[in-house]
Structures are given as structure tokens and as C-alpha cells.
């Protein structure tokens, strides 16, 4: 998807990459803290975490996309994101190895994505960005949450923790 206009966007590593998600999707940064684990969830279900009295799902990014699963260190942040579920916003907490930036990037910059030579399924990415020494990926938040028959749905969770 290209823009019709500049994207504002926070800018992460994930494995070793770069992403980039939407400001306006990303609702805080938080400093990485251990979930409360969900029992038979799926592997890329970190657990449960309280941001403020609500309980929001973890989410390990890096298994989501098929890399290796995160591994905790200093810089390990969670992007508390909003990610559009048919009639309804699902909060999630987003692990990430490290937070970078908050760019701005042109529309004229963004490129769609090519359908082979990427390691991540296309329909996770809106478009690319080219850096030096390699590309910035933006991420389609809404999708990567989908299961292929529709959106997941969290709701049991919640009232689990």
C-alpha cells in the first residue's frame, strides 16, 4: 500500500531488523516486565500484562514473524499498540528489542512490498522504506493480529488474568 501521505511512525529493531509501526497505532512505550503466562496459548502469546489496571496481551513479535523468540535484555521495550479488530480497538502489548526513532517518512518513499524475497508474509507489510545499508519495514498491525479465518479474539483472556 502506498501512501497518499508522509507517515509519522515509531521505528524499531526486531532480530536484527528494522520496523516501523504507525504513531498513531503505538499508544505508549513501556520498559520490558514479565508477563503473567496464559496456559495453551499460542507460542508468540507472551502472557498477560497490567498497564494500569487492564489487562493486555503480550505479544512476542519476533515469533509472530516467524524469527527466533525474544530475548530479554536492556533495551527490550513493549510498544502498547491499538490494532483495529472488525468493530472494535484491541490493545496490545508488542515486544521489541529496541526502540529507535520516531520518523517521518515521505509518501514518495514508501515502496510496495515485492511479493518474493522478503522472509515475512507480504500481507504483514504495507510498504518499504529504503535506509542506508537496508530497507525500514512497515508493519500492517491489523493483519499480523489475523488468523485466517478472521480476527483473534482476546476477550477470554482478559478476564482470565
Not at 40 to 51: F, N, R
Not at 129 to 143: D, N, P, Q, T, Y
Given at each position: ?103 517521518t517518512f515521505a509518501a514518495g518513499s514508501v515502496e510496495t512490498t515485492p511479493d ?46
Amino acid at each position: 500500500m502506498i501512501p497518499a501521505a508522509d507517515i509519522e511512525a515509531v521505528v524499531f529493531n526486531l532480530g536484527g531488523e528494522t520496523f516501523a509501526l504507525p504513531v498513531g497505532t503505538v499508544q505508549e512505550i513501556l520498559d520490558y516486565r514479565e508477563a503473567f503466562q496464559m496456559p495453551q496459548g499460542p507460542a508468540w502469546l507472551a502472557g498477560l500484562i497490567d498497564v494500569r489496571g487492564e489487562a493486555i496481551p503480550m505479544i512476542d513479535l519476533r515469533i509472530r514473524l516467524g524469527l527466533p523468540a525474544a530475548t530479554v535484555g536492556p533495551t527490550t521495550r513493549i510498544l502498547v499498540v491499538g490494532v483495529a479488530c472488525g468493530e472494535r480497538l484491541l490493545t496490545l502489548g508488542v515486544i521489541v528489542d529496541r526502540v529507535l526513532d520516531v520518523a517521518t517518512f515521505a509518501a514518495g518513499s514508501v515502496e510496495t512490498t515485492p511479493d518474493i524475497g522478503v522472509r515475512w508474509r507480504s500481507d504483514y507489510i504495507d510498504g518499504i522504506v529504503r535506509k542506508a545499508g537496508g530497507f525500514i519495514v512497515l508493519l500492517a498491525a491489523a493483519r499480523i493480529f489475523q488468523a485466517e479465518d478472521g480476527a483473534i479474539d482476546f476477550s477470554d483472556m482478559a478476564t482470565a488474568a
